[in-house]
């Protein structure tokens, strides 16, 4: 699975599953893989905002996904390393130079966010200028 499609799946198990009660860093029950054209369970609007601020309040680190691909990724259990960060960056056709890890992951997390809201996530209007 890519790792976008990692990305849209985890924050919308969280939206739809029981399991969302377990703590930040607990492993989290396998859940469909999502591909570029996943959508929110049931044709609902999945509230990544709400989502995404659950799992930061009960992670024992202090993450700024609202700023940050890594964090994000960490918050979701996913590897956040610069070798991932790079995959999602080919993933999403990155033309810039991905050896500035400060502007490609201000990049990513751009285009994250978009395409949360095109696969059903609801995202704050700030989060995809």
């Known amino acids: 699975m890519s790792i976008l499609g990692n990305i849209v799946s985890s924050i919308f198990h969280h939206a739809s599953s029981p399991a969302s009660a377990a703590p930040a860093g607990a492993p989290s029950p396998q859940s469909k893989p999502a591909t570029h054209a996943s959508t929110a369970p049931t044709g609902a609007t999945v509230d990544v905002a709400a989502i995404m601020d659950k799992l930061a309040s009960r992670s024992k680190e202090k993450l700024d996904w609202r700023r940050s691909i890594v964090d994000m990724m960490k918050l979701l259990n996913l590897d956040s390393s610069m070798s991932a960060r790079k995959h999602l ?41």
């Open 89 to 129: 960056a080919e993933e999403l056709h990155y033309s810039g130079n991905m050896n500035d890890s400060a502007a490609m992951n201000v990049w990513l997390h751009k285009q994250v966010m978009i395409k949360l809201a095109e696969n059903g996530g609801k995202v704050p209007n700030e989060l995809k200028a």
